[in-house]
Each structure stands twice: as structure tokens, then as C-alpha cells.
């Protein structure tokens, strides 16, 4: 009865390849659709263009496809040798021949160099299978499988029409890598579109076959889509959530592939000279959780045709609210931005110098930046005493203008985030946010930086820690935060230069002006307390 079986299982070996090498005479391009299984199965050969379907023996064994010896040696139309006893199994082709043992990974060609099969091959009812891969051993053949699908793809030579059978993806941390699986290499071109942010590339002569990853889980890649737009071309969309920088593009072998790395982490700047001693630089940022857009002012602030001053939104330097552009209108300032903390009266909650005077109290000891009538940049804990004088005494060392806020981000050109110490509460002291920092360098210039946030596909905020990073970065000796969130606001030259996160300019209690030209308000002395 055994030997009945095996009988029958030859002869319908040898009914199918008969069968299917009467039609692949006049066919370019087979289908093999393997059901899953590590025994034989019935698959499906789909020949394109005549559309025939002819049964095949298969076996499915992990991500790799096994078909029988025979079929090999008669699609590369090679002879081949089996001797069941030692299981090995010969090919001989034009530069010589090769051996395959069964249930080995490693066989050997006529020259001498080594191949390795992902899968070794194996004897079923008697009849050896090997690897699918083996196809390509005269270089002749293209072939790729899907592995989800479990479809085989083989192309004749001399066939014109690629086949994309998949596209996957992974996400580095630095990058996000999409692969396009093709059967072999050809012409293509690559489009990179800044609105709507996205990749297109065209293949030629490729048609799409087999399932894709189109989804992507990350913050800066959206998904994938393929069409075909003409003819045998297909065309791939890789979808951004947000303008990307350029993408790098190759080709792999063995199997055929195409790369796409897109860059998600990234540092864009641009730098512009405003007027003299003042220069506005844009920084565009991609980190691992989403994009960054920073606005920085670098003040020569001891450059004798430039004044900073602080300045209240109120009128005649009184307490009130009104937007950072309104301030800077009004008082004829080239550029500024927001202040200390305040609550909803438009009262600061910190310290306040302005003209030499003395406008709102310190509270908790909190960081505050000063600037001395001689141009020098004071970044200090400042609290008062029990008779109201300020500790250390600003206005005797001749601050002029003063704002605080905290806490303290940069301390000797080192991070040093005071968060702690100064009693702030989780609203500022943790999450991401919009933020706004003022900083001084070893060369004594003056920062002033804009951070927008909470928008998730423009720029998400910072945390203090990121920003004190940032200030390090920047050159800054010391640093401190002011008010964030949809208080933080800059402006220059009339332009809001930041995305404030409300949607518009959120009015504030003061702000820090910069002037091009000598001060508007010159200082007065002596001080005055408030």
C-alpha cells in the first residue's frame, strides 16, 4: 500500500510539472499561493496574462517556502541527481555542478564558495524539497515571497514588469526605515513635498502585488500608499505628519530592496542680523517625541547703541495687562518678549525693577536677571529682609532694570534647574510646555528664547530640563525661566515670531524690550522703593 502511495505522489509530480512547463513557454511571470503548514500542500500556480491556475506541491516551513528538487532543475532546465541513500542531491550547470545534502543549511558550488539556505532542505514521502532561494542560483531568475500572505513570486528572465511584493517598516532611534521588497531593480524617481509634507516615489515598470504595512506608529511618519497611476508603473506615498528634512534613498541585493530612511531627529538653524549687536536665530528640531521650533534674540547687550529694559503693561508704568506687541508698539522697541509671572489683575508675581525703580516685590527667594546702568547682566536668588530691602540690594549695586521669575535652568555654563528651592509648583516645574528663558553668555550677551509647545505636529514644548539644555547649547553661563505657557511671546520687528499656543497673543503684566538706539527712558537715580 506504501509503495501504491508513492507511485501515485510521482506521477502527480510529474503530471503537474508536465502540465505547467507546456504553459510557462509563453508566460513571463508565475504566482505560487502556498496555504500554511509544514507538510505538502496544494498550492496555486497563477500564471499572469492567460490567468491559468495549476495545483503545486508546497511546503510552508517558518518565513520560507520549500518546493520539489525537480521543479528546479526543470525551470532553470538543469539535470540534477538524487541518491536517497546518502540524501544528496547534484545539480550541473553550464559553470559546473554543486551538491545539496538534506537537512543541511550550507552547499557548495563547482568553484568552490559556500551558500547558505535560511532553511535547510528536507525529504518528504521520499521526494526532496529545497528552498525556494535555489532559483536564483543561475542568476537568472528573480524571485521574492510574501511571507504574510505566503505567495512566491518568480519572474522569467528577460522579464520586463517588476513585481513590489512588500513593504515594511522600522523605527530607529534616529530614523524611521521603510523597505520596498521588489523582484528586481528599476528606474525610479524621488519627490520630497514640503505641503502636504510627504515622500513620492515612482518605480517604473513595477506592479504592486501582495499585502502592505501601510500604518506607521510614529510621531513623524504617517503611513504608506501605493497606487498605480499609469501603465506598469506604481507610485509610493510615505506620509509625514510634519515637514521632514531631505530623505536618504539605496538599494539592497539578495533580496532586491529598496531603502527609504527618513530622518526624524534632526536640527535645522538660520541665523539673521536684525540690526547692529542684534541677531534672531530659528531653530527647527526633531526629537524622539515630535518636532521643536525655538525663536532666539543674541543681544550684544553691552554694545552702547542697544538698551533692554523692562517695562509694565499698565499705562504710564503701572500695573495692567496687554499683549508683548502692544508694549513693544508703543514703546518703540525693535523686539521682546514676556516677563515674569502675574495673576489675572495684571499684577507681577516677582520682582520688578524698572527705570530704577523698584515695581513689585521678589517673592521666595526666586532666580531674577538684572542689567546695571554700565551694561552688566546680574542672574541671582533675590528675596527682601524684614525691612524690605532687597537681598543682595540691587538697586545700591545700580540695577537699573530688573524682572524675575525662575526657576534657575543654567548655573557656570551647567545645567542646575531650581525648581525645588524656589517653591514651584507642577504647572511650571514639570511637563512639557511652551516656555520662554533669558539667558547670558561667557561673552556677555544676552538670550532671550521663545519655545513654542502644545502643538502636537508644529512643535510640543519643552520641559525645564530640555530647556536649560537648550540654553547650554546656545553658549549660556546663566539662565532662568520666565512665564510660559500662552504667556510666552516673541516679538520683533512687529512680527509675533513664535505660535503662541491660545491661537493669538495671551496679555501679559510686562515684558523685556529691546531697543536698536539709545534707551527711550533714560534711568533714574536715585531709586525709589515702590
Known sequence: ??????????????????????????????????????????????VDESGAILPVPVIAKGSNILIPATFVAETLRISMRYDPVVQRLTYSIPSGSFEILLHQKEWKLSSGETRTFTEPAISQSGVPFVPAELLRVTGEYDISWDVHAMKLHLMKPGGKVAALTEARHGIHPDKVRIVFHLSKEVPFKVMQMKNPPRVVIDFEDTRVQGAFDSSIANIAVNGVRLTMPEGNNTRCIIDFNYALPDVTTFWLQDPVRFVVDVPTI??????????????????????????????????????????????????????????????VARSGAIAGVNGVFHASDGTPLGLIITDGRLKSLPIMSRTAMGITQDGRILMDSVSIDAEGNLVPDWLEQGVVYAVGGGPRLVKDGKVNVTSLQEQFKADVATGRAPRTAVGVTFDDKLLLVAVTGRQAYYSIGVTLEELADIMVELGAKDAMNLDGGGSSTMVVRDFVMNTPSDGRERKVADAILVFSGPSKTPPVSPPIGQ
Not at 16 to 45: D, H, P, R, Y
Open 1 to 46: 500500500m506504501k509503495r501504491c502511495r508513492h507511485y501515485f505522489a510521482n506521477s502527480l509530480f510529474i503530471v503537474i510539472f508536465t502540465t505547467f512547463f507546456l504553459i510557462n513557454s509563453t508566460c513571463s511571470a508565475q504566482w505560487i499561493e502556498i496555504t500554511e503548514g509544514s507538510a505538502v500542500s496544494q498550492g496555486k500556480l497563477v
Open 266 to 327: 534632526y536640527r535645522n538653524q538660520a541665523a539673521l542680523t536684525i540690526d547692529r549687536g542684534i541677531r534672531y536665530i530659528s531653530m527647527n528640531s526633531g526629537t524622539p517625541n515630535g518636532p521643536l521650533t525655538i525663536d532666539v534674540l543674541e543681544i550684544a547687550a553691552t554694545d552702547k547703541t542697544i538698551a533692554v529694559e523692562t517695562v509694565l503693561a499698565g499705562p504710564d508704568g503701572s500695573f495692567g495687562l496687554a499683549p508683548v506687541s502692544d508694549l
